[in-house]
């Protein structure tokens, strides 16, 4: 099974590639993003450290993770951001992996912004970085998530671009 990373910045066009790749060549892709989010609330080492770190009312009583008071503290020092990363990433490759032996495809993707924090650029065979105009990046970002361009720009200046990718796709 040949394994392929996309990866880019905020706003690039990762979505639009990994959902053509699904469409059009019937290659599956994990989605990193969404899977974070369904890990973050069911994964007990992912749980257990997060209220460690953050405490106990990171967590609903229902058990739902509070995005807002998760994004305070990771917001609050480039330290706690390192931490949790440290923590959810390996998380994730693992699922990825697990995911990867229940497919039957002969190629399948991950989708993720965090490839080298990640360490998924070393469980791969390829990768492919999606690439934009910034400004065209900062628009399609504003309009996604409703954040004004500061917010943007503070995330931009958060991701690494992957420096020697594969294949480059410009997305404009």
Do not use: C
């Not at 369904?38 to 995005?67: F, W």
């Not at 951001?81 to 990825?96: G, Q």
């Not at 032996?101 to 998924?120: D, K, R």
């Not at 309009?143 to 480059?168: F, H, S, W």
């Amino acid at each position: 099974m040949i394994k392929l990373a996309i990866t880019g910045g905020i706003g690039s066009g990762k979505s639009y590639v990994a959902r053509q790749m699904t469409e059009l060549l019937g290659i599956p892709v994990y989605d990193s993003d969404a899977n974070a989010k369904r890990l973050n609330e069911e994964s007990a080492v992912i749980r257990s450290g997060l209220t460690e770190m953050v405490g106990a009312d990171v967590y609903d009583a229902q058990g739902r993770l509070d995005r807002q008071r998760l994004a305070a503290f990771l917001f609050a020092g480039e330290e706690n951001a390192r931490r949790v990363n440290a923590l959810i990433h390996p998380v994730v490759k693992d699922d990825f992996l697990r995911w990867t032996t229940e497919q039957t495809a002969p190629v399948v993707a991950i989708e993720t912004a965090l490839l080298a924090e990640s360490g998924i650029d070393k469980i791969v065979d390829k990768i492919i970085r999606v690439d934009a105009p910034v400004e065209t990046r900062i628009s399609r970002a504003m309009q996604r998530d409703g954040v004004t361009r500061e917010k943007v720009l503070e995330r931009m200046a958060r991701q690494q671009e992957y420096p020697n990718p594969d294949i480059i796709i410009n997305n404009v």
